[in-house]
């Protein structure tokens, strides 16, 4: 009986030690160097990569001193677009922004001018009306509006959503694909509107 308590207990030992090596490994914290091998008796705290953290740090320091007053206050800061060169000057570049935050705002736009120009009409029942929109990227940005589909059916509905998002369809960026070269994309959304 005492021996397989034994057991049990440096089992549990060995697999916490090993969930451990896990958690820092796929938390980040450890570097993935692939010609190294941890071992039991290794010490952690040298192999645990404190890089990201000092740039996270350095970037909260240069925050913090631009968010001071200066003299100059037409000057921007975003922590996207921040970046030092070698003198230490601060230089702001651009940095696209993402298609799926591009096409949530416009769509979050286009839903309250449906709602208030579109709902009102009497070829509308009162009710909700659940809208998948297929749309296409162009290999030069260019947005697409293949299909809309109100449930349930409405084909005024239909017409007027498509209308006004083959209207005022915003450009994208181009998706890029495996090869390095822009492509087509076919997206689809979601969105309801309650009358």
């Known amino acids: 009986m005492k021996k397989i308590i034994i057991l049990v207990f440096i089992l549990v030992s060995c697999t916490a030690h090993s969930q451990k ?3 820092l490994l ?14 039991k008796d290794d010490d952690l705290s040298a192999k645990i990569d404190t890089s990201k953290k000092r740039v996270q740090d ?20 975003d ?17 696209p922004a993402d298609n799926n935050v591009i096409w949530k705002n416009y769509m979050d736009e286009v839903t309250k001018d449906l709602t208030t120009e579109v709902l009102p009409n009497k070829k509308i029942r009162n009710g909700t009306y659940y809208i998948l929109v297929e749309y296409e990227i162009g290999p030069d940005g260019d947005v697409t509006i293949n299909n809309v589909f109100p449930s349930p059916d ?10 006004k998002l083959t209207l005022t369809a915003p450009r994208m960026n181009p998706v890029i694909g495996s090869n390095g070269k ?6 689809k959304y979601n969105f309801s509107l309650t009358k």
Do not use: H
């Not at 409405?154 to 209308?163: G, I, P, T």
């Not at 822009?182 to 997206?187: F, G």
């Open 154 to 163: 409405n084909s005024f509905l239909q017409q007027q959503v498509k209308d």
């Open 182 to 187: 822009a492509r087509k994309a076919v997206k």
């Open 26 to 39: 796929y938390s980040g914290k450890m570097k993935t160097d692939s010609g190294t091998v941890v071992k």
């Open 21 to 23: 090596l896990k958690d």
């Open 58 to 77: 350095s970037v909260k320091i240069m925050l913090t001193k631009s968010a001071s007053p200066s003299l100059d206050s037409n000057l921007k800061t």
């Open 79 to 95: 922590r996207n677009s921040l970046s030092t060169n070698d003198a230490g000057a601060e230089v702001t570049k651009s940095v």
